[in-house]
């Protein structure tokens, strides 16, 4: 039905209620009503009534969604169709109801403007007022009864994403974006794309997840500025996703921005002060070690003891790389994790020392909350290096390539998780005493890597390592003036490489 035909009085709360109601007894239809009650948790009694009279709870059509996937769009103002599996069915009943309006503004859009006086264009200008002013109210009205629907959708989705329930939670994601076209609440909105990033980044997709965090970041920086801790956290979010997809060159920029855009309000929050920390971090991975550390070092002064966690591994690691201190120096430190076993394990792998490899191992592999589980990639890893340092053999070869196939890094881009793999597995035939080919194999996924993406410092020094054992006097010569620079800019735990 157009806006301008609704009948006085018949668009109120109640006729809401009733035109609920109407679909539900749609739903009764196709299910027996002792099932809507089963699957939705709901007493029979309650849900008799819900079909008779009375108000209907928002937290049962939030129970029908869930339950039987029905469109919230359906459900609460009849678009689309009663299943999500349907909701194009009736994307033309929508657009029927749009369709008085949209008449309205192209009738305006042809009158030219020096023509406005007319008594045909006035008509044509209260058409279209009279259409806007009807569609601003009832889109009012749908959002005061969607708010609720979504806000308790949004929560089930994100306990379904933090519970692993993946695929259940797809579903509740078609029912929240159905939902969310009818409501404005910015507060929801920006909510939902923020669990849609999470649930991108479990499902291991990175780029869609980072298109997200993009969208989240932009919002914040409507005002010209970052105003909150929420905003700088928004930011280090983004810096970090573009992290994890090696993207370190970028994720610095995102840091120096967003820092600089940072409200002086904002600056004295939590989400501000970890800013700093990706920041220096990003600075110690590019090459800027100096400034990096004392980067991280300042921010970490600011931090509570029961907030040091995630900033101690960053600066854990720059130490380490600085020569500052040892491996078993590390150990002894406080606030232990998993994190901060992962950067031990890699640096013990680097340094290639069997003695501190096997303390490291026995501290940080195992099934305490600070170490990492027995199957995972760098504890594999980490083991059959010891075994290649002390024991060489060519069956560790095989080995690596099982571990390689079974359970491969959590790497989020495909050309450095090649080139992690093929560096990796040339260090071990090198221990192995059979290099020379997997170091060459190793370069050519090195030399293919894209140069938007980083690779670690480590790897480079790992691989530098390899070449040595090879004919490739230019590639060697390229791995070694880079150390050399490294090592001139304080990177002092390279001097144990030696080449």
């Not at 609440?185 to 298109?211: F, I, K, S, T, Y």
């Amino acid at each position: 039905m157009a806006f301008e035909n609704r009948k006085p009085g018949g668009d109120g709360p109640a006729a809401y209620q009733r035109a609920i109601r109407a679909r539900l007894r749609e739903l009764r239809a196709r299910f027996a009503q002792s099932e809507i009650a089963r699957r939705t948790r709901t007493p029979l009694t309650n849900v008799h009534r819900y079909m008779n009279t009375g108000k209907i709870p928002a937290e049962f059509c939030a129970a029908l969604v869930e339950a039987f996937e029905v469109n919230p769009a359906w459900l609460l103002v009849g678009a689309g169709g009663a299943l999500l599996t349907e909701v194009d069915s009736g994307a033309g009943r929508v657009g029927g109801e749009l369709l008085m309006m949209v008449e309205a503004m192209d009738a305006v859009a042809r009158v030219r403007l020096g023509a406005l006086t007319g008594k045909e264009q006035e008509k044509a200008l209260r058409k279209l007022s009279d259409a806007l002013g009807s569609y601003d109210r009832l889109r009012e009205r749908i959002n005061a009864q969607t708010r609720p629907v979504l806000k308790h959708l949004l929560d089930r989705y994100s306990s379904l994403c933090s519970h692993m329930e993946l695929e259940r939670a797809a579903g509740l994601r078609r029912a929240c974006l159905q939902a969310a076209k009818f409501c404005d609440d910015e507060e929801l909105l920006w909510e939902l794309d923020n669990q849609q990033a999470m649930h991108e980044h479990l499902l291991g997709r990175v780029d869609a997840g980072l298109a997200f965090h993009l969208r989240l970041f932009a919002r914040k920086l409507r005002d010209g500025a970052l105003k909150d801790d929420a905003s700088c956290s928004q930011a280090a979010s983004l810096a970090l996703a573009l992290r994890d997809s090696g993207r370190f060159v970028e994720g610095r920029r995102i840091c120096r921005a967003a820092i600089e855009l940072a409200a002086d309000e904002a600056r004295q929050g939590l989400g501000f002060v970890e800013l700093c920390v990706i920041g220096g971090s990003f600075d110690v991975e590019l090459g800027d070690l100096e400034s990096g550390l004392a980067g991280i070092q300042r921010a970490f002064g600011l931090l509570a003891a029961g907030q040091r966690s995630f900033a101690s591994i960053l600066l854990l690691r720059a130490e380490l790389l600085a020569g500052l201190c040892s491996i078993a120096e590390a150990r002894a430190r406080s606030y232990p994790s998993r994190g901060r076993s992962r950067v031990l394990l890699r640096h013990a792998c680097l340094l290639e020392d069997a003695d501190e490899l096997r303390a490291c191992v026995e501290h940080s592999i195992g099934t305490a909350e600070h170490q990492i589980p027995p199957n995972e990639y760098e504890a594999c890893r980490s083991r059959l290096l010891l075994t290649a340092l002390t024991r060489p053999r060519p069956a560790l070869l095989r080995q690596f390539e099982t571990l390689g196939r079974e359970s491969p890094p959590q790497v989020n881009s495909p050309h450095l998780k090649s080139a992690m793999l093929s560096i990796h597995h040339a260090q071990v035939a090198r221990l192995c005493g059979k290099g020379a080919a997997e170091a060459e194999r190793a370069q050519a996924q090195l030399d293919v890597v894209p140069r938007d993406r980083t690779v670690t410092i480590d790897l480079y020094a790992v691989q530098a390592r390899n070449l040595a054992a090879t004919q490739q006097r230019q590639a060697l010569a390229v791995a070694q003036a880079r150390l050399r620079d490294w090592i001139e800019r304080g990177y002092n735990a390279l001097r144990a490489v030696g080449i």
